[in-house]
């Protein structure tokens, strides 16, 4: 008999054996129900059992998954970052390249230039000094015909030497010639000026070299070559400091402080400043070029060195003035620092190493 009721015939209508014998059935009956009752638990709680343990198969196996799911993720985002990097890189050096090409084209064509007009200056330059000396020649020759006009007899002579004098007025041409002599010379100086500083741009004899170079000069010289883009839109203000000389790519720093030159005279709308400022710090030198311009917005300031970056009308700018500007500076392994307020202006600082050391 299945032992709960055989616990409750116990309880409820005492021993066993004192039972009526008419109730003997009935007690057969529910024994069959209860031993019926426990057969369907245990089957029950098998297949619950079963199913759990599958459940929690199938879970592990949903866990792993996932984990593999996330790691292939992990790897996929891994790729294609790098694939970023790379494209990223490559558009670098394809605009450096542009741009380095497109400089070394100005370059050579301003080294054409400076030789081309180098020699008819030169001489130029050289035969006002002789035209210079035969008009003095030429001048006291015509103070002793003055001299000697007096000792002239012939009245008709004379006089035809006065009236020429008078309608030549020899007086102010002998003035004349003289401020036309040094305006001439100013200018062909200037002319000369200017093409040393072409020649000083291109480097065409050094063009890719490391050498020693006192940055200052180079400033100059590309000051010069730029001067029409900035004298009607700002005043330059220098303030040189002593510097040692640089190891450096000259003609590559002058390529940087043309576009940092011609950035802050963009900068300015109407009329401003450009400060130019030099110095030194431990075994840096640094070069300073701050406008007064519009200033460069918080959110621009992480995209202007990047190639094709402006804020300049179609047709303008490239956008590849600072990022070529920032890969030469790298080369030297130095930095580039931008402080910048809106409508304030701007402030380019280029730290570069005295000895490049390779
Ligand atoms: N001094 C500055 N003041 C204000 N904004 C500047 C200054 N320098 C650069 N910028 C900003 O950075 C952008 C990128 O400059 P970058 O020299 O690379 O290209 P660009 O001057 O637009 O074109 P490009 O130099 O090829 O003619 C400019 O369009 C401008 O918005
Ligand atoms: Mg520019």
């Not at 992990?74 to 605009?95: F, G, N, P, T």
């Not at 007899?153 to 004379?158: D, L, N």
Request: net charge negative; aromatic share 6%; hydrophobic share 40%.
């Amino acid at each position: 008999m299945h032992r709960l009721l055989e616990r409750q015939i116990k309880r409820h209508l005492g021993d066993h054996a004192t039972l009526p014998p008419e109730l003997a059935a009935f007690i057969a009956a529910v024994d069959e129900a209860y031993g019926s009752a426990d057969a369907d638990r245990l089957l029950i709680e098998r297949s619950l059992d079963l199913m759990s343990k599958e459940l929690t198969e199938a879970n592990a196996g949903l866990r792993k998954e996932l984990a593999e799911r996330k790691l292939t993720e992990l790897a996929l985002h891994q790729e294609k970052e790098e694939q970023r990097v790379l494209i990223r890189k490559l558009e670098d050096v394809h605009s450096q390249l542009l741009q380095s090409e497109k400089m070394a084209s100005i370059g050579q064509l301003a080294a054409g230039v400076a030789h081309e007009i180098n020699n008819p200056i030169g001489y130029v330059y050289s035969n006002l000094g002789t035209l210079e000396k035969y008009v003095q020649d030429a001048f006291s020759m015509i103070e002793l015909y003055e001299q000697a006009e007096s000792a002239i007899a012939e009245p008709e002579v004379r006089s035809r030497l006065q009236q020429a004098r008078k309608k030549l007025d020899i007086e102010f041409l002998k003035a004349d010639l003289r401020a036309l002599m040094v305006e001439s010379k100013d200018g062909i100086t200037r002319v000369k000026k200017i093409v040393q500083n072409l020649k000083d741009f291109s480097h065409a004899d050094d063009s890719d070299e490391w050498s020693l170079s006192d940055l200052r000069n180079g400033l100059e010289s590309t000051l010069s070559i730029v001067n029409n883009e900035i004298k009607y839109k700002a005043e330059v203000v220098k303030e040189y400091a002593r510097i040692p000389e640089v190891e450096c790519l000259p003609s590559q720093l002058n390529q940087v402080f043309m576009n940092l030159l011609v950035n802050a005279a963009h900068a300015i709308k109407e009329h401003g400043t450009i400060t130019i400022r030099t110095g030194v710090e431990g075994s840096e030198v640094w070069v300073d070029i701050a406008d007064t311009g519009q200033g460069i917005p918080p959110e621009n300031m992480q995209k202007i060195f990047d190639p094709f970056f402006t804020t300049k009308p179609v047709g303008k700018g490239t956008g590849l003035g600072l990022s070529l500007s920032y890969g030469i500076v790298q080369k030297h392994r130095g930095r580039m620092e931008v402080h910048s307020e809106v409508g304030k202006g701007s402030a380019f600082r280029v730290w570069l190493p005295v000895k490049h050391s390779q």
